[in-house]
């Protein structure tokens, strides 16, 4: 909830304006997840605020995947019984530093081949390597073994976009995720590995499952929540879209303030392929999009990320690269490419891009003087790279 919603309700009490203030500073800055640990709040006013039936909650993670490389999937169950993924990549997966430090490896240097040559399971099945019952963070944060971390967060359960490449696209749309359900998703990963707000550099990507401008009230809610009460920097946080052009038009409009970075999920050198990939470039092609893109307000070193999964023998080809840089250049905006090696996933009938073809794409593009970077695949044993997010659909 809001803090004007807090203060609302404490008012209804019969309770100050004030005290609203003070349980938010519980929930969201000290992280409260009892009702009894609110201390300054009287303890008849807590005893009221039960019987009303209010609670204090995260959302419950239910499963935990943990990949080879240090990365783990979270099935999270938010107020019913449907669940989410949340992925939480420790040193992050090279694509977004949020603050200007990209650790990424741009420009013409060799990349070493195991960046892109992780062992994938055959069989289709991700190990499942822990299942447990939702306990507290107290009882169960995993040993600390990283300086920096992303977490990747869903927005829909499921979506509607249909991207040919994508996993999460085969659950279509169930439902919209509420304000807390997508805030409480970052908050309860934060809690499980200990994290602090301000000493840790946590940085955030909407990019899990769903489309955030189609849940845009919900999305920009949760991350006014996640700005002005828990905290975090909108320059450590990035949302990815497929271009729906009113969505990004209404991120325009945001305030520097709280709004995220943006990135554009293009993934194609041109309309034709992009509409064979992602049907949704039909109705919103890429001029309309980059067209809407310019009306967003850029901060001073801020550039707008083009994602583009590479998929083998489609979009990989060094001309193609050169139609991007041109892109790039025609959108006119300070911008970076980032090249996802596409991740494979069972009913996908794509093909990973080679190791040569990747270098050769990110070559060119450099080559034309496009700032480009190779985001690290993370996760891909347990399902947790992206386009991978699909949930088990029973939890
Ligand atoms: S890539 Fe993103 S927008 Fe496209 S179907 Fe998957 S979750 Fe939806």
Redesign the pocket.
Known sequence: MPVAELEALMMNLGEPRWRGRQLAEAMYCQRVTEMDAFTTLPKSVRGRLAESGWGVGRPEIVSVFKSADGTERYLVRGNDDQTVETVWMPEGDGGEAGDGSEVEVEGNSILPSSLLSEPVRKDGAPARIEDEAPTRVADRAPTRSWDRATICVSSQVG?A???RF?L??KLGLQRNLTAGEIAGQVVAVLDRHGAEVGRDRVNLVFMG???PFLNYDHFMAAVRLLVEEVGISPLRMTVST?GIVPGIERFAQEPDSVRPKLAI?LNAPNDALREEVMPINRKWPIDAVVDAVRKVPLRPRERVTFEYVLLGGLTDRPEQAAEVAQLVRRAGLPAKVNLIAWNPGPGIEYFMPSFESVERFRCRLAGEGVPVFLRRPRGRDIYAAC?QLKRTLKA
Request: net charge negative; aromatic share 0%.
């Open positions: 979506c976009v249909n991207c994508c999460t696209a499952m769903g489309e497929s999920s386009g």
